[in-house]
Every structure is written in structure tokens, then in C-alpha cells.
T-cell receptor, first 115, second 113 residues
Framework: GAGVSQTPSNKVTEKGKYVELRCDPI?????LYWYRQSLGQGPEFLIY????????DSGLPNDRFFAVRPEGSVSTLKIQRTERGDSAVYLC?????????????FGPGTRLTVL | DQQVKQNSPSLSVQEGRISILNCDYT??????FLWYKKYPAEGPTFLIS?????DKNEDGRFTVFLNKSAKHLSLHIVPSQPGDSAVYFC????????????FGTGTRLQVTL
């Protein structure tokens, strides 16, 4: 079966522009997560969805960041007025709800570069 | 505040020998721990996990040990193989909910011939 997919794999944009990053989770996975990984660091949590709703958005750094999952499957992470400090690899992960243990499956990431 | 720490940024081990990767955590609410392996340009891949009700979990060449009193866990790989060369991340979470993972900064393992 297909794993988590993310598009685009690379995105280069200019400071101040708007970007959208897409995530397709594993079919049947109701939990979806976004993480951000900067150079030399581990992934840092941004937001997670249970179904269509954002159950925890405590990791979003500021109001320029927003994510949606309108039909409970595909999710889009949106970044407004991008800044150079937003440059990082954005990782998406999904997992099955209802399991006792929370094993998350990651996509390959989108490398965002803000010039 | 780094709640999950991997104090060794890199480790080099000879093929066939044991690799030991260490991880410390500070948040006593964590009760589920995972190790992920990451190759360049790929997402992290789940390797092995352990619940706080256990102190050891084994899967083939990989064993994870948990010392709750010391808030310390370790991943043992034996025997090490060149294909094990990657960055290893320790992560922690709380069971019962589909909650976020808190990751360490990773340890780069190089298995030499």
C-alpha cells in the first residue's frame, strides 16, 4: 500500500510570498500531523488533526501558519508572508486512531527555501 | 527547553560490533518511546518502540532498554551492518491519545567496514 506522500518535494519562494504544502496520508489513517525540521534538529511538532478538526495546534509558531483538512484525508499547510526563518523541511505523518500506541508514519517531506 | 536529549551527535562503529545510542528525557508524563531512523532526503522510518510498563523490547537486531528512574533509554543494534548508517531519532509521547511526538536532535551512526 502507498505510504504518506507530500508535494512538492522542494519549494523555493521569495520572502513575503504565500506557499501551500500538501500531504496525502495513508488511507484509513484518521490522525494527521505536521512537523518542521530545521538543520541539525529533530522534527518539531506543529499541528495535529483528528479527522477534519485540528485537535492540537499548539506548535504553530505564529498566525502566519495555518493548516486545513476539509474532508478528513488530504491536508494543506499554508504559510503567509514567508520569512527566511521559515526555511526547513516540513514533514507530514499519519497514524491510526484507536490504537493503544501511537506509531506515526512519515512522508518524505517538503524542503522549503525562502530567499 | 529540550525535553528529549540525544547528547551524542555522532557515533562510529565497526561492522559486526554493537551500536549503542542513548537518549534522556525530562518530562515524567512521557510513557511511550520510539526510535526512528532517517536516511538523507527521506522521512523518518519507525524502528522500534517501548511502553513505560516494560524495561526492554526486542525486535531482531534491535533492542530498546528503558530506565524510568533515570529517565533514560538506549537503542542497541547488534550486529551492526553498513546499511544501519543513518541518523537515529529518539521520540517520546503519552499513550491513550493520538498525541504529538517530541523528538531529540538525533545521532548520526556510521557503520564502517
Amino acid at each position: 500500500g502507498a505510504g504518506v506522500s507530500q508535494t512538492p518535494s522542494n519549494k523555493v519562494t521569495e520572502k513575503g510570498k504565500y506557499v501551500e504544502l500538501r500531504c496525502d496520508p495513508i488511507s484509513g489513517h484518521t490522525a494527521l500531523y505536521w512537523y518542521r525540521q530545521s538543520l541539525g534538529q529533530g522534527p518539531e511538532f506543529l499541528i495535529y488533526f483528528q479527522g477534519t478538526g485540528a485537535a492540537d495546534d499548539s506548535g504553530l509558531p505564529n498566525d502566519r501558519f495555518f493548516a486545513v483538512r476539509p474532508e478528513g484525508s488530504v491536508s494543506t499547510l499554508k504559510i503567509q508572508r514567508t520569512e527566511r526563518g521559515d526555511s526547513a523541511v516540513y514533514l507530514c505523518a499519519s497514524s491510526l486512531m484507536g490504537l493503544e500506541y501511537n506509531e506515526q508514519f512519515f512522508g518524505p517531506g517538503t524542503r522549503l527555501t525562502v530567499l | 527547553d529540550q525535553q528529549v536529549k540525544q547528547n551524542s551527535p555522532s557515533l562510529s562503529v565497526q561492522e559486526g560490533r554493537i551500536s549503542i545510542l542513548n537518549c534522556d528525557y525530562t518530562n515524567s508524563m512521557f510513557d511511550y518511546f520510539l526510535w526512528y531512523k532517517k536516511y538523507p532526503a527521506e522521512g523518518p522510518t519507525f524502528l522500534i518502540s517501548i511502553s513505560s510498563i516494560k524495561d526492554k523490547n526486542e525486535d531482531g537486531r534491535f533492542t530498546v532498554f528503558l530506565n524510568k528512574s533515570a529517565k533514560h533509554l538506549s537503542l542497541h543494534i547488534v550486529p551492526s551492518q553498513p546499511g544501519d548508517s543513518a541518523v537515529y531519532f529518539c521520540a517520546a509521547s503519552r499513550t491513550g491519545t493520538a498525541s504529538k511526538l517530541t523528538f531529540g536532535t538525533g545521532t548520526r551512526l556510521q557503520v564502517t567496514l
